[in-house]
């Protein structure tokens, strides 16, 4: 049987039906209409009932694009990751998606939602991306946005995945349509894969009238709902689970399930998309620990124009470290300081060490995630050196990267 071929066979009685993937040995491996995969021995047992054969190449592409409307079109563009990767069976390798064909291979089914437009951008796993990856995504959703798609679909990897996003949502000043972020934490080889749901439901989300770059995720490790993070105010908390992403601080805007869309609140989309690329790649993230000495301080900072230092508690790194604040300051560099805890905010009035690298003009990022804070600090030094600027732009919110002050019991 042909890779993508429809099938229904009967396994000791239990009827399955679906498309078949890669298979090795004497396993027939299907993907069923529910999203996951079974393996069923190749032996007497097995009786099929009924195989379609697929069609030739870039039928799954043709396919998917004549579904709908042009004015319900989602553009999808590949970047790389688990969700966009595929198993060889024989050696057990793992292969990005070189194509359009390859990324809608396992999840045909979209073409119920939307007309399906695909570009593959480039294809690298998510801790090998950066600025400019960032950048051209950026610009190619403008492309799509202004070509007339509805939303944008943007798949990747997802170790660096809360980068990325929120540097698309600092770039992407205003959209014209939602521009939804997914990928997978388990391959589509996998019986638990969950990247067919979280494109699915995704491709979804990017028809409705959302204005900002989310997130999109399972909640939970069943197939339930998808949230929908806010780009600045998420994180990946688990390696491997399925419901790894967490809004932080806040609620996600909005839920994804099989029956509908909902949000809690959102921006709307704009009539044009306006975008800001400008960024300065010379900013670093530095942890701070016990016995962090000046030395190492002053050559980490030697080759940044910015530092997000990720302090303790409110916002404390060793006393030793601040002669080399002084003089990374001295010199014309932007130094921010994060704060390791997951929740609260930086509050440098506090302890004497606070105030004293306030006094040195470290930068508060109050409750800002540390990388969402240094990805802020890039954008920002791509536009302006100016250090009581950069203070300005550093404490004004730009993509919802704050959260309010909430009460001491919440």
Known sequence: MQKGSKVKVEKNGVIYEGIVMPSYGDVLIIKLKNGYNVGLKIDEDLKILELTEKAGPGAVKERVRKGKKKEEEVSILGT???????????????????????????????????????RILFSVFSENMGAEQWQSIARCIKEELDEGSRGVVVTMGTDTMSYAASALSFMLRKISGPVIVTGSQRSTDRPSSDGFLNLWYATRAALTDLGEVVVAMHESISDDR??????CRVRKMHTSARDAFKSIGTKPIGWVDKD???????????????????????????????????EIF????????????????LGHCPVQILPGIKMAIDR????????????????????????????????????????????????????????????GLMGKEIAHEFCKRRRPNE
């Not at 400008?278 to 000046?294: F, K, T």
């Open 260 to 294: 509908k869309i909902c949000f809690n609140r959102y921006d709307k989309k704009s009539n044009k998309t306006v975008i800001d690329t400008a960024i300065d790649e010379r900013v670093g993230m530095l942890y701070s620990y016990p016995g962090l000495s000046n």
């Open 80 to 118: 790389g990751g688990t969700i966009a990767s595929w198993v060889d069976y024989t050696t057990g390798a793992v292969h990005p998606a070189k194509s359009s064909e390859e990324l809608l291979r396992y999840v045909p089914e979209i073409k119920r939602v939307a007309s399906i437009k695909t």
């Open 298 to 313: 002053e050559s980490f900072s030697e080759n940044y124009d910015g530092i997000v230092i990720v302090g303790t508690g």
């Open 226 to 231: 998808m949230a929908l993070h806010r780009a």
């Open 332 to 391: 014309g560099k932007a130094i921010a300081m994060s704060s390791q805890c997951i929740h609260g905010r930086v509050n440098m009035n506090v302890y004497s060490t606070g105030r004293k690298l306030l006094d040195a003009g470290v930068i508060s990022c109050e409750d800002m995630l540390p990388e969402i804070a240094m990805i802020k600090l890039m954008w920002v030094l791509g536009h302006t050196r100016d250090i009581e600027k950069v203070k």
